[in-house]
């Protein structure tokens, strides 16, 4: 029986796609041990190795919560605040501080993110366990956060990022993506790297809910929700824009908007709807818990995002047979088979113009169906484990 330590900074409980992956390894165990891997899984606020995870609803209430959302707004445009937000979260755990003092001898450490896979390399000592890391981006380690933090990339500590990144990269023994494309595009940036540590596994979710035909559209208006951080990255703003142009020539198909989640654009964007006169076309739900119940009285989906790793958001629209518009950025193709279980856009204004545009033409029905059946295919939690599990014994 190997013995592997899965190890995360972050709470589980969050609302967040990364939080998401690792439940999904909490409430495999079955999986690992069938496979003869007896897996430990290490974070904040999981302390039976057995118990289930509720996932809190997303606040900004609390003295932390303000301060990071301040913090945060600040260093889009002066260093030191992306310097605070990005880093101090990962100096505050002491996940790896309380893993090293256990002295247990496990044969893989398991990462899922960057900083805590470099405190864990300086801090272990003579531990000769195997280091795996995945990293859910699209293979340029930092490009998120140079678009989240205008001027992270001039600054001195960028540089440091780099070190870390470097670092790290020379002393982990297994490097994973959750997409073939990441991986084609890390080998693009870093050739001198081993290409046979590197490998990929496709994100997954467990089966239930299903939903195998679209909500009841009896009001003629079909119903488009779109979950994420309400932020550059994710291209709430292409919506808003998109929907902007239509309206001014009086072309706004029968569709309706919900974005769901909060996040630093969400109160612009809104300003920006009513000053447009759109905001009957889309409606800013804020942050919720209850993200299926939005998907289920929804006809389609849509994530606009400028990069990505290979989001969770997709996966939960497709569970529940929705029909995924999303863009030709990283992993995000390879979950959709445009023209059958959806539609691949441009991320920009152009490219959810031109979906509005021709929204009439699709049969949106049809493809959630297929949506619904790739998911089944390819994305389902026990793919997911037992593709880890094979990565895993192979170290």
Not at 233 to 242: H, N
Not at 296 to 308: C, H, R, V, W
Not at 335 to 358: C, Q
Request: aromatic share 12%.
């Amino acid at each position: 029986m190997k013995k592997v330590a899965l190890m995360f900074s972050a709470n589980l409980s969050n609302p967040t796609g990364s939080s998401a992956i690792i439940r999904n390894f909490v409430e495999s165990k079955a999986i690992f041990r069938k496979n003869e891997i007896d897996l430990s899984i290490y974070a904040p606020d999981l302390e039976n190795q057995e118990e289930k995870i509720t996932v809190q609803k997303e606040s900004d209430k609390g003295f932390y919560k303000k301060s990071a959302k301040i913090i945060s707004n600040y260093g889009v445009n002066h260093a030191i605040g992306a310097v605070i937000r990005l880093y101090v979260p990962y100096l505050r755990s002491t996940i790896v501080k309380d893993y090293i003092a256990k002295n247990t001898k496990d044969d893989v450490v398991f990462f899922h993110e960057l900083f805590t896979c470099y405190q864990y390399l300086k801090k272990r000592n003579n531990n000769n366990a195997k280091v795996v890391l995945v990293l859910h981006n699209d293979g340029d380690t930092f490009k998120m956060l140079r678009i989240a933090y205008k001027t992270l990339e001039k600054s001195f500590f960028y540089k440091y990022l780099l070190r870390i990144e470097k670092y790290v990269l020379e002393n982990i023994d297994k490097l994973g993506y959750s997409a073939d494309y990441p991986c084609r595009n890390f080998i693009d940036l870093h050739p001198e790297f081993d290409k046979n540590k590197i490998f990929y596994v496709y994100n997954g979710l467990s089966i239930d809910p299903l939903k195998k035909t679209l909500a009841n559209n009896n009001s003629g208006i079909y119903e488009i929700c779109c979950v994420g951080t309400v932020m550059e990255r994710k291209g709430q703003r292409f919506i808003v824009e998109a929907l902007r142009k239509m309206a001014a020539n009086s072309t706004v198909p029968n569709v309706h908007f919900s974005i769901i989640g909060g996040g630093p654009l969400k109160n612009e964007l809104e300003i920006l709807s009513e000053q447009y006169g759109i905001s009957k076309y889309i409606t800013f739900c804020g942050s919720t818990s209850k993200v299926n119940k939005y998907l289920e009285n929804s006809d389609l989906f849509i994530l606009p995002s400028i990069t990505e790793g290979f989001p969770i958001a997709i996966l939960e629209a497709m569970r529940l047979g929705l029909p995924i518009v999303s863009t030709n950025v990283a992993g995000i193709p390879e979950m959709i088979k445009d023209d059958h279980t959806g539609l691949i856009i441009e991320p920009s204004v152009e490219g959810v113009f031109g979906f509005l545009s021709n929204f009439e033409k699709y049969d949106w029905k049809k493809m959630g169906a297929n949506s619904h059946e790739l998911f089944l295919e390819k994305f389902t939690t026990e793919k997911m484990m037992e593709s880890y599990s094979t990565v895993l014994k192979s170290v």
